[in-house]
């Protein structure tokens, strides 16, 4: 619902309104929180890790600033090498932190478990591709194709309503189907998707179009969203489970946070690149020429391409469409790209990890892959029921 009152409030000409709802929303939460939610909390107790929690969101902002900036600004400027540079040797610092911290946020040795290590990974690349066609969509449709806010909404009810539609579904069959062909299935969906959006026209306005590639990016999504969570969780002893949720939630939020960063830079990089090129190839008046270089020089193709009839640039308005066509055509293969490495790492990754041995150390779990949890070995000489 959130695209459409978005799309909503922007035809009615206030869209700071589509905030107050989410203002309303957050409210409303909070309470409910209050009232219903239980607080759950280590047997063995939690200090904070200051150090830990530092580092890692300096370094997250720093690496997330040079990737955001770098396609601006450019990957050389000072700026942008700074940022990514110290963002690494903070993320560096934070996985030494961690490694020595008595109660660390984050316990890396979660990682010596092949289907948390699987999983954890399929979470950021699987995500970035998800939200990275939600971005190159709206994109697609709003700036380059300037439709109205409500059409530019509604293939955002194909792409995020399965998940929501199919909850009881995927609860249900994560109990009968191994989590890991769940997720190979849901991101190979996601992959054929993006695909299809790739070979979209750029001067077909029509939505009919998007129904099928949406659709499938939107099954899919549904498939892995629970299920990379059942992995994670249902691979970890019972009192790392909270610590398991919070970084599946992390990764992908990373992920979420890089799929448009990641598409942006190389759509308006390849359209940029494409315009300078058909400019310098078409005859345009003198005149129309130099301005759309000085346009696109300052805003990118975008600019040229908003450009009312009539404005000096405006003539060069094809060619700013088409390179941006271009441009974002490359984003969804590269998502496309994301999607498919995500399903060949859970496929292959997970391969020996059963439905009931999610661990892979012969030790059953006694709770189905939707919960957390795992059969402790007994030890020698316990009774047996």
């Known amino acids: 619902m959130s695209p459409l009152l978005g799309g909503m409030f922007a035809r009615i000409g206030t869209w700071r309104g589509s905030f107050w709802v989410l203002v ?21 107790g939690r200090k904070f890790d200051v150090a830990g929690q530092v580092t890692f969101a300096l370094g997250l902002i720093l690496v997330l600033y040079g990737a ?21 040797m903070v993320l560096a610092a934070f996985v030494v932190v961690e490694l020595g911290a008595e109660s660390p946020i984050f316990d890396l040795r979660l990682f010596r478990n092949r289907a948390f290590s699987v999983s954890s990974a399929a979470a950021v690349i699987g995500m970035l591709a998800f939200l990275g ?46 989590p890991s062909w769940l997720l190979s299935s849901g991101f190979a969906l996601m992959a054929v998707g993006c695909l299809l959006c ?11 179009a998007f129904v099928a590639p949406t659709l499938l990016i939107g099954l899919g999504f549904a498939l892995t969203i629970s299920s990379v969570t059942a992995v994670a969780l249902s691979s970890v002893p019972p009192h790392l489970a909270g610590m398991a949720s ?14 448009p960063v990641v598409v942006g830079a190389v759509a308006l990089s390849g359209a940029g690149s494409a315009f300078a090129t058909n400019l310098s190839s078409t005859v345009l008046p003198a005149a129309e020429t130099a301005a759309a270089r000085e346009i696109a020089a300052a805003g990118g193709p975008i600019a040229v391409n908003s450009l009312p009839q009539g404005a000096p640039g405006s003539a060069a308005h094809g060619l700013a469409l088409d390179a941006l066509g271009s441009g974002f055509s490359s984003a969804f293969l590269v998502c496309a790209a994301a999607a498919a490495v995500a399903a060949a790492l859970t496929a292959i990754g997970m391969i020996g990890l059963h439905k009931d041995d999610p661990v892979g150390d012969g030790v059953p779990s006694p709770v189905s892959p939707g919960h957390s949890g795992r059969t402790v070995k007994p030890a020698a000489g316990a009774a047996r029921p």
Not at 147 to 156: E, G, K, Y
Not at 198 to 208: E, S
Not at 246 to 259: H, I, P, V
């Open 24 to 44: 309303g929303l957050a409210l409303i939460s909070m309470v409910l929180t209050v009232a219903v939610a239980t607080e759950s909390k280590a047997p063995e």
């Open 68 to 88: 955001v900036e770098g396609p601006e600004s450019g990957w050389t400027t000072l700026p942008v090498i700074l940022s990514l540079a110290f963002g690494a």
């Open 133 to 178: 066609a939600c971005f190159a969509t709206s994109m697609w449709l709003g700036p380059v194709q300037h439709q109205d806010p409500i059409r530019v909404a509604l293939p955002f009810l194909l792409l995020q309503g399965p998940a929501f539609l199919l909850i009881p579904v995927v609860s249900r069959l994560l109990h009968r189907v191994a």
């Open 198 to 208: 790739a070979r979209l026209d750029v001067t077909n306005p029509r939505l009919g």
């Open 246 to 259: 919070a970084t599946t939630n992390m990764l992908r939020d990373l992920g979420f946070t890089l799929g």
